[in-house]
């Protein structure tokens, strides 16, 4: 199992890769689909013995399709602490998936595009994840994964009000489209919170990097649609889209006042964060994420040349609390993770950005 893991931990993720369309705002795509079996208790009602018999069903089944017939599967029961928290850092998992972690499971696909966690909230939350602007591509890919599986695996169902799931909210589609936007010139400009007022009585909401009950850190926003009930996956689609469209342009706009009024100043923000990055001997989590968005933006106005996208990406990930300690090969303290994390970061960076 650890080595499985290991095996993560050498190979970036699909997402990450800094590429797709509007890449440089749009760090990527997401659609999860909520599902339960029918004839099984929901979570709330669930035994045990129900839980460990749904995981063994759903775990053969998996196995039978095409997408995920080759899927590494993991029992979060047999996980470490840790290692329970890496998956969440690479977004394959969520937090709730890792407390109480009996009779849990979760399947990655190849360069963990797709996912699916068993008996999360729901019985299943199929996943898909995509780099920047491609929920489209996310949507073909996780439509006829579902296909598959739901003629193996009968799903809750109401011609009334579509998939059946434990929190009313996720009934009808049972679908969560999402983008991760960074958003650092909105923040810069101060207009992110008229923003984001904006887009949630559009019916979206907005929450941070790891989802519900986070906040924005790193001038990261999640962005996904708030209601699957009384609406097709087509419109939740077009919706989100079209909303999108406009928070990018509004972010598009930002950019070009700071970098034509506010030029100098910009850059100095820019370059005092590389600088600090690149010899800084201790750094926090949440002051990394801050440090590193200034300089993906560097890299995404043209300001920083020799440093790419992917690398910056990658770091956000790879200096968060259990990549680190995954790489050290041990539990490490905070304070021990502070140290680690400035050393991986200057280690990285080396000497590759210049003017």
């Known amino acids: 199992m650890a080595e499985a893991l290991d095996a993560l931990l050498k190979q970036p993720s699909e997402w990450l890769r800094g590429v797709g369309p509007v890449s440089d705002i749009v760090m990527s795509s997401r659609i999860r689909l909520a599902r339960n079996l029918d004839k099984f208790p929901f979570a709330t009602r669930a035994t045990k013995a ?3 018999e749904v995981l063994k069903l759903v775990r053969e089944t998996l196995g039978q399709t095409v997408t995920l017939k080759r899927s590494l599967f993991l029992e979060m029961g047999s996980l470490s602490e840790v290692d329970r928290q890496f998956l969440v850092e690479r977004h394959l998992v969520s937090r709730e998936h890792i407390v109480h972690p009996d009779h849990k499971g979760v399947a990655i696909g190849e ?12 019985h299943l939350r ?8 491609n929920l489209r591509d996310a949507w073909a890919l996780i439509d006829g994964l579902d ?17 059946l799931t434990c929190c009313p909210t996720n009934t ?25 007022h904006t887009i949630t009585k559009l019916g979206l909401t907005a929450r941070g990097l790891y989802g519900e009950g986070t906040e924005a850190s790193g001038n990261f926003f999640q962005i996904s649609n708030q209601v699957s ?14 909303i999108l469209k406009e928070v990018i342009h509004q972010e598009q706009a930002a950019r070009e006042s700071l970098m034509t009024g506010n030029r100098t100043q910009l850059e100095d923000r820019i370059w005092r964060a590389y600088g600090i990055l690149k010899h800084a001997k201790t750094m926090s989590s949440s002051e990394a994420l801050d440090l590193l968005s200034a300089v993906r933006l560097g890299v995404d106005l043209g300001l920083m040349n020799g440093l790419t996208r992917k690398a910056v990406n990658e770091l956000f990930i790879f200096s968060q609390p259990a990549h680190l300690q995954k790489l050290e090969g ?19 960076l080396g000497g590759q950005a210049n003017v």
Request: glycine share 6%; no cysteine.
């Open 172 to 196: 009808g589609t049972g679908m969560r489209a999402s983008v991760m936007a960074h958003l650092p010139s909105l923040v810069l400009t101060k207009q992110i919170n008229k923003v984001l």
């Open 147 to 163: 296909d598959e599986l739901s003629e193996q695996l009968p799903y809750a169902y109401s011609s009334d009000w579509g998939y």
């Open 50 to 52: 129900t839980q460990a």
């Open 330 to 348: 041990k539990t490490l303290t905070a304070k021990e993770r502070d140290t680690k994390r400035a050393y991986l970061i200057r280690d990285r």
């Open 126 to 133: 199929i996943q898909v994840m995509q780099s920047g602007l």
């Open 111 to 122: 360069g963990e595009v797709v996912s699916v966690m068993v008996n999360e909230e729901d």
């Open 229 to 242: 009930l009384g609406r097709s996956e087509e419109e939740i689609l077009e919706n989100l889209d079209r």
